[in-house]
Nanobody
């Protein structure tokens, strides 16, 4: 049973940066594609980025492309979401989720949350001056 734990959230001013981590235990993360979701109050959970099991394919939604960078270290069983130039609209609880991949060198952001086998508990990101 894979367990995912996010960390690194907090309060940051607009234009600032944060790095979120998702660390797995109870199994190996290398067999899963990882997707980061976020959910702001009153809004649906939104997938923002994914990374393939191999780490060589990453995708981003337009709203974060060029500002967020997703990476993984399978040896450390960890995935990192580096967020820069944060905006007020980025404020949300961020979740990492793991799904069995269709291909080790490909990832996709599936909106349906039931697609994912494992979820972390979430990490709050607040963007405010």
């Amino acid at each position: 049973q894979l367990q995912l734990v996010e960390s690194g959230g907090g309060l940051v001013q607009p234009g600032g940066s944060l790095k979120l981590s998702c660390v797995a235990s109870g199994g190996s993360l290398e067999y899963y594609e990882i997707v980061w979701f976020r959910q702001a109050p009153g809004k649906e959970r939104e997938g923002v980025s994914c990374i393939s099991p191999s780490g060589d394919n990453r995708n981003y939604v337009d709203s974060v492309s060029g500002r967020f960078t997703l990476s993984r270290d399978n040896a450390k069983n960890a995935v990192t979401l580096q967020m820069t130039n944060l905006k007020s609209e980025d404020a949300a609880v961020y979740y990492c989720a793991a799904a069995r991949p269709t291909h080790p060198h490909y990832c996709r952001i599936v909106r349906h949350t039931g697609h994912y086998e494992y979820w972390g508990q979430g990490s709050q990101v607040t963007v405010s001056s």
